[in-house]
């Protein structure tokens, strides 16, 4: 499925459309309409979620109107060497699945009480 960028990806701030792929029940991708460039996503509910709140604008440009309308994606890098794989927690992509639109938004660790986040992994 093609679904319209509303507000823009981080590293992909002038593709305009991405084709979604559900690979299953805990990854995806998207591939750039024009660069075709790809990114893995894991499911929201794959890891203990975390609770956040939806900014009005965010709301108004994806055209959300129910909850049960959107998929919420972490960005995974995969790496060669399996230990080096990351997920970025803090700015997860949201999908409209009802009007095909999607945008990347980025969270505050202070405002999810998390702003030890950091001291809790383990220093190498």
């Known amino acids: 499925m093609k679904y319209e960028v509303t507000i823009p990806i981080d590293g992909f701030e002038n593709e305009k459309e991405f084709f979604f792929q559900k690979l299953d029940d805990f990854f995806s991708t ?6 075709e460039k790809e990114i893995k996503l894991m499911s929201f509910g794959a890891l203990k979620n ?3 709140t939806l900014p009005d604008e965010f ?4 055209e959300i109107d129910e909850i049960s309308d959107i998929s919420i994606y972490y960005v ?6 399996n230990n080096d794989n990351s997920l970025n ?3 997860p992509i949201v999908l409209n699945n009802k009007k095909y639109k999607m945008g990347q938004i980025h969270l505050d660790a202070n405002d999810l009480g998390l702003e ?5 992994l383990p220093k190498l």
Do not use: H, P, R
């Open 30 to 35: 998207i591939t750039g309409v024009e660069n």
């Open 50 to 52: 975390i609770i956040f």
């Open 59 to 62: 709301i108004c440009k994806l």
């Open 76 to 81: 995974f890098v995969l790496q060669t060497n």
């Open 89 to 91: 927690t803090f700015s």
């Open 116 to 120: 030890n986040f950091d001291a809790l």
